[in-house]
C-alpha cells in the first residue's frame, strides 16, 4: 500500500510540470514569433535589391524577445517614407490580419563589391592605364558617391588633380581626353537632312569627345559646336 501511494505521488510529480509547461507553449503560441518577422524583413530587402550591382547583405537588428504582439498570418513589410534599402535604414511591418499591428525594425544594407582603388601616386594630366588601379572590395554604402567599378571605365581617362596612393577613384577625379586643344584649327561642319557646309575656324578652349567647344570662323563669329575626332566640331542647323 505504501509503494501504491509513493508510485501515484511520482507521477504527479511528473504530470503537474508537463501540463504548466503544455499551457506557456499554448501562451507563447498566441504571439508573433519574432524569428518570422526578421525573416520578412530580410525577404523584402533581398527581394526588392536585385538591381544593385553587387552583393546584397541585409543584417536584421534585435528586436526585443519580450515583446508580445498578437499572432499574425499576413505579415506585410514596407519602407517608411524617406527610408531606402541603402546603409543602415529602418523598415516597418504591419499585420494584415484580423489583429492590426505595426512593427519598425532596425537594418542595415550592406552592398559588397570591388572598388577600383590607386596602386600608386597619380599626378595630375596623367592618363591612366591597367597598373595604375587594383579592385578592393568594400561596402558600397559606406562609399562616396561617384565610384567605379569596372575598369574600362577609368583606362585612358586624365586625373584632374594629384591623388594619393590608396584612395578609392571617383567621377570627379577624372575627365576624358582632350581631343581639341585651345587654339588648334579645325573643321566646322554642318550637317542638315540634305546638305552639308563645312568651314574653318580655332579652338578657343579644350574639349574632350562630344564636349561643347566654341570655335571663331574666319570671318571672327563664335559658333559653338560638338568636339569630334580628327579636328572636327560639329554644329547644329
Known amino acids: 500500500m505504501r509503494c501504491l501511494k509513493l508510485s501515484v505521488y511520482l507521477i504527479m510529480l511528473v504530470l503537474i510540470p508537463a501540463k504548466l509547461f503544455a499551457g506557456d507553449d499554448n501562451h507563447a503560441s498566441q504571439y508573433q514569433e519574432i524569428s518570422l518577422i526578421k525573416n520578412a ?31 499574425c498570418a499576413e505579415l506585410s513589410p514596407f519602407l517608411p517614407a524617406g527610408a531606402r534599402l541603402w546603409g543602415k535604414t529602418s523598415i516597418g511591418v504591419r499585420c494584415n490580419s484580423q ?8 537594418t542595415e544594407v550592406k552592398v559588397m563589391a570591388n572598388v577600383l582603388h590607386v596602386t600608386q601616386p597619380v599626378a595630375r594630366g596623367h592618363a591612366l592605364s591597367i597598373g595604375d588601379i587594383t579592385p ?7 562609399m562616396p558617391e561617384g565610384v567605379f567599378t569596372d575598369s574600362a571605365q577609368v583606362i585612358g581617362k586624365i586625373a584632374t588633380n594629384n591623388i594619393s596612393s ?9 575627365r576624358d581626353p582632350y581631343i581639341i586643344l585651345r587654339g588648334q584649327k579645325v573643321k ?8 552639308s557646309v563645312t568651314s ?12 561643347v567647344v566654341q570655335v571663331r570662323n574666319q570671318s571672327g563669329r563664335i559658333i559653338s559646336g560638338l568636339a569630334r575626332h580628327n579636328s572636327i566640331v560639329e554644329v547644329q542647323p
Open 166 to 174: 590608396g584612395q578609392p577613384l571617383r567621377q570627379q577625379m577624372l
Open 99 to 106: 489583429t492590426s499591428w505595426t512593427i519598425y525594425v532596425q
Open 41 to 71: 524583413v530580410k525577404d523584402f530587402v533581398y527581394s526588392n535589391t536585385s538591381s544593385h550591382s553587387g552583393q546584397v547583405i541585409a543584417e536584421v537588428g534585435k528586436i526585443d524577445e519580450r515583446i508580445t504582439l498578437p499572432k
Open 188 to 195: 566646322l561642319v554642318v550637317q542638315g537632312h540634305s546638305f
Open 136 to 142: 578592393q572590395q568594400v561596402n558600397l554604402t559606406r
Open 200 to 211: 574653318e575656324g580655332q579652338a578657343l578652349a579644350d574639349a574632350a569627345e562630344d564636349q
